[in-house]
């Protein structure tokens, strides 16, 4: 039994316990909080259903807790139910009821862990979203990784997402790329504003081996802006496919011009309360919606400003049809917010189909002291050298396991290391621990078995209740847009297996002959073994037969 199914027996059986005694039901809270209490000498789950409810019906809460731990009780689910403190109902499992969660799991394979809160909801998820100007940063890195966890837990959860990424291929920074281009093909210093780096002198050298006359042509700016920018386009794709993102959407913010979707959606605005005229611009009343400042959206000279480019692709997201649409955007963007909420308010929309989620800065360490330079990029540290420091599945576990509302240190010593205390290490050396230990019981012949009710022992009932966590943490981590929890859950997953392992024979010794209970203890590994791998495969990270 699941704390999910747990939940729902507690609610029916309090809607059975007041209606029998003349007391309205309706006073039940929607969804009954079922918690694992810190103390296991406490019970397997507790509930403070009791306290919530009996003030509205008129009645001690230790009163009504008993009432409940008496119906309860005579459950096929539950073993013993006590009242504890003001209220408090301390509940244990019966055996059967256990050993149901090792049952599901196992049939629902990869699919354990899915729930349906978001089902019937089009998302669209935007993330990295890089200037096409140089490789991909840290802080990419981060969201790369976050953002594809994200988008794999919100599926999990029902959600009909679609992984988006916009260029920004509009604009001045292009322009001070392509001269940093040109000036590198002419063996010159980049600009003062320009973009430095190896992988600069690369691209201008690709640019004049496929058209040797860019520098003399006409159009040099423009071939060296089309080819240049397509180059550095499909170097950041390919980064990002080798380290495991991939979208379903590449959108050119240069299109949006080229189209009229911005002009039009200005003209849209002008007619909105959310939109007035002064000094000469129009301004986008921003601060009503948590900015710092309202901003202009046609300048004084008659151009539109960035965010006009911002506005028309919100309009152009909604009409693709999408419920939702999440922002996920780096740390020196949370004027964002509050603009793209007024954005959708002054198209006459629901501020609520705006989500922005804020990154914080990611800086790497290596013996104690910051790593600042990159091999290639010259000034910044690179997806490409994060990978190829520590492997992808390090990189990506190591960016996901934090929240992204604070900034992340990683040590790139700890991640090489093949121990207990790199995370990513300890997480699936327990699943490869695991298939190893499956592997070893069909060579001795061993099958697991269905006697469940023999798992009586304590570091049994934790292990079969953590993995029976499972679902309840992936819609939390959707509902919340928290990929770490799911990391966190895995290493609390991995320290309870190994409890579990260190008191629990599993196999038998020698010619010792093997049992039900051994054979139970097996079926409970490839549960465990199951949840391993669908956490794992939430974040985007392998999970390893052997290691």
């Known amino acids: 039994m699941t704390p999910a199914a747990l939940a729902e027996l507690v609610r029916a059986t309090a809607v059975d316990v007041l209606s029998t005694r003349g007391l309205d039901p309706a006073s039940l809270p929607t969804a009954v909080t079922i918690e694992r209490p810190r103390n296991p000498e406490h019970g397997d789950y507790a509930t403070n259903v009791a306290l919530q409810t009996a003030k509205k019906v008129g009645v001690p809460p230790r009163d009504l807790a008993g009432w409940l731990a008496e119906a309860l009780t005579g459950t096929d689910a539950i073993a013993t139910a006590e009242v504890a403190g003001p209220g408090f109902l301390n509940l244990r499992l019966a055996a059967d009821a256990q ?44 969201w790369a990784a976050v953002g594809d966890a994200l988008g794999r837990i919100l599926a999990a959860n029902g959600g009909d997402v679609t992984r988006e990424y916009y260029f920004n291929d509009a604009g001045a920074q292009i322009d001070r790329f392509v001269r940093s281009l040109i000036a590198a093909a002419k063996g010159e210093p980049a600009p003062g504003d320009g973009y430095a780096g190896g992988y600069i002198g690369d691209i201008a050298a690709e640019v004049l081996r496929q058209e040797p006359g860019a520098l003399t042509s006409e159009d040099s700016h423009e071939i060296f802006r089309r080819i240049g920018v397509g180059l550095m386009f499909e170097e950041i794709k390919k980064d990002l496919h080798d380290f495991g993102t991939d979208f379903d959407v590449f959108f050119h913010e240069d299109s949006l011009h080229k189209s009229g979707a911005v002009a039009k959606a200005v003209e849209q605005l002008k007619g909105s309360d959310a939109l007035y005229f002064e000094n000469g611009a129009w301004w986008l009343r921003s601060t009503e919606f948590g900015d710092d400042k309202d901003r202009v959206v046609i300048k004084s000279d008659g151009d539109p400003a960035y965010i006009a480019g911002d506005i028309a692709y919100l309009v152009d997201k909604r009409s693709r049809g999408f419920d939702l649409c999440i922002y996920m955007l780096g740390a020196d963007h949370h004027g964002y917010i509050g603009r793209l909420k007024a ?87 327990a699943h490869s621990r695991l298939a190893s230990l499956l592997r070893n019981a069909a060579e001795l012949g061993v099958e697991p078995g269905d006697a469940l009710d023999l798992l009586t022992h304590d570091r049994e009932g934790d292990l079969i209740r953590t993995i029976g966590e499972f679902p309840r943490v992936v819609a939390t981590a959707g509902e919340l847009r928290e990929p770490h929890r799911v990391a966190r859950y895995l290493e609390e997953l991995a320290g ?13 010794r020698g010619d010792e002959e093997t049992t039900d209970l051994h054979r139970a203890r097996l079926q409970l590994c490839a549960a465990t073994r199951q949840v391993f791998a669908n956490g794992l495969a939430l974040l985007g990270v392998t999970a390893p037969e052997r290691m």
């Open 343 to 429: 954005a959708a308010s002054a198209l006459g929309d629901d501020p609520d189909s705006v989500e922005v989620l804020i990154g914080q800065m990611v800086n790497l360490v290596s013996e104690g002291k910051p790593v600042r330079m990159s091999k290639r990029a010259g000034t910044v540290i690179t997806m490409q050298d994060l990978v190829e420091a520590v492997g992808v599945d390090a990189a990506r576990y190591a960016m996901t396991r934090s929240s992204v509302d604070s900034s992340l240190d990683i040590d790139l010593d700890l991640l090489r290391k093949r121990s207990n205390d790199n995370p990513v290490f300890y997480v699936q050396y």
């Open 496 to 508: 309870t297996y190994h409890r579990f392992y260190e008191a629990c024979r599993v196999l038998p």
């Open 99 to 142: 050993g149901a969660i090792v049952r599901d799991v196992l049939a629902d394979g990869d699919a354990y862990g899915r729930g349906d809160a978001l089902t019937g909801r089009k998302i669209n998820l935007e993330f990295v979203s890089a200037n096409p100007t140089g490789p991909i940063h840290l802080g990419g890195t981060r």
